[in-house]
């Protein structure tokens, strides 16, 4: 059963373990979980496809996205919900419905779209860690792709400029922001005091929107004046990220200065 | 709609009562309307019925080409049109009716969430059924769209709309989905409405809410309109709550208000 399990993923910065959102969610259900997965940084020497991170591979499967990951560690009788009722399970899959509906075309803007935080932040980051030649052409595809993906799912009629889908998805992205501040309330977890997939995939959404430091904030700002939900963030990144985190810093001690060297004005 | 515009509308909707003659425009029942167009009318529908407020459905070839968002249905209230039931429930709330009032804002953060996954889920797997599945496409969807239009228009619409339709399922990673893997997700969203229903009669126990609307216009369609195989609505029936759910919307607020069995 202990079948060697290796997860290649986007890296780190910022004082995150990954600043993918999708990486990050099946990193953090791994450690609530006690999936022990053996994490695997892409940088400038693989040469693996880039398109589906995070892949987990083990010795007969490869697994991509990351419902279908989370679904093959559960199998494996690696499940963080055990303790979850019917309906806080049936509760999960609707907020996770929430997620992707009304923050995640807000995150893809802020991250690939917003020109100011793409040019200066989130490009030249992907690119270090792609080979030449095809950090010339990844990162600027992957930036298709999100407007692609805002335009087709939020920009029908009536909204006919993209700034007036600009304005509705930052307006939806901070309501979502809101509700998950309601329901979080004072908790220290979702549902109770163990961590499960919700709280994997809002600390996968959240935390990469909450440390890293773009030019162009307002969604940044917005979650941070909501303490619950960065009190949420800082909590799961001390008591389940800390010590790998020193692990990161040694090995990619350069990678690390290049990041701050880039982020401190 | 820009903040202002929004602002503008409910000052305006607020002023008037509702009116006697509010019309509903949908495609045409027998013919042309198709599953996803059908459970969206039904779920407005649903909710007017739950507002008490009146409301004749119209059925016009071209409705989806009239609506100001470009999807149906939408509703001719005075003079303003309002499309999609998120619009439609901001509007009816402008104009003082509100089903979700009695609810706390951790339930209310609920039931958008679970609007949501049906939005997320189960409409998302009509159009694929509608839409990317050769079968259904060549079977049913292509001369349904088509019907009201003369050759060649009746062809050139409908490739038009499948091949917007599969770039959206692309962009949303539903590209690559296989039907049965469709049908699971379905099979997912509807264990978890029911675990959600459990054994209340409403969703939030006594009072109907827009969720139940919602919940109601898709599976009451799943359930009730012939397609080329009976997986997607096998799998709706497995959850007897569901089923129970349905049958007393149905019977509560359709046949005893004498609006007779919707067909």
Known sequence: ?265 | MSLVAEAFVSQIAATEPWPENATLYQQLKGEQILLSDNAASLAVQAFLQMCNLPIKVVCRANAEHMSPSGKVPFIHVGNQVVSELGPIVQFVKAKGHCLSDGLDEVQKAEMKAYMELVNNMLLTAELYLQWCDEATVGEITHARYGSPYPWPLNHILAYQKQWEIKRKMRAIGWGNKTLDQVLEDVDQCCQALSQRLGTQPYFFNKQPTELDALVFGHLYTILTTQLTNDELSEKVKNYSNLLAFCRRIEQHYFEERGKGRLS
Request: overall charge positive; glycine content about 6%; proline content about 6%.
């Open chain 1, 1 to 265: 059963m202990a079948a060697a399990l290796e997860l290649s993923c986007w890296g780190g910065g910022w004082g995150l373990p990954s600043v993918h959102s999708e990486s990050l969610v099946v990193m953090a259900y791994a450690k609530f979980s006690g999936a022990p997965l053996k994490v695997s940084v892409i940088d400038n020497t693989w040469r693996g496809s880039r398109g589906d991170v995070p892949i987990l591979t083990t010795d007969d499967n490869i697994v991509s996205q990351p419902a279908k990951i989370l679904n093959f560690l559960r199998k494996q009788k690696y499940n963080a919900d055990y303790e979850l009722s019917a309906k806080q399970g049936a509760d999960t899959l609707a907020y996770i419905a929430l997620l992707e509906e009304k923050l995640l075309p807000a995150v893809l803007h802020t991250f690939w779209v917003e020109s100011d935080n793409y040019f200066t932040v989130t490009k030249p980051w992907f690119a270090s860690r792609i080979p030449f030649p095809l950090s010339l052409i990844l990162p600027g595809r992957m930036s298709r792709g999100a407007l692609n993906r805002i335009l087709l799912t939020r920009g029908g009629p009536p909204l006919y400029h993209i700034q007036e889908v600009e304005a509705q998805i930052y307006r939806d992205a901070k309501e979502c922001l809101n509700l998950l501040s309601n329901r979080l309330g004072t908790s220290h977890f979702f549902f109770g005091d163990t961590p499960s997939t919700l709280d994997a995939y809002v600390f996968g959404f959240l935390a990469p929107l909450y440390k890293v430091r773009f030019p162009k904030v307002q969604l940044q700002v917005h979650l941070k004046q909501l303490s619950n939900l960065c009190r949420f963030c800082d909590d799961i990144l001390n008591s389940y990220f800390r010590l790998s985190l020193g692990a990161f810093s040694g090995v990619n001690r350069n990678q690390w200065q290049i990041d701050f060297g880039e982020v401190l004005p």
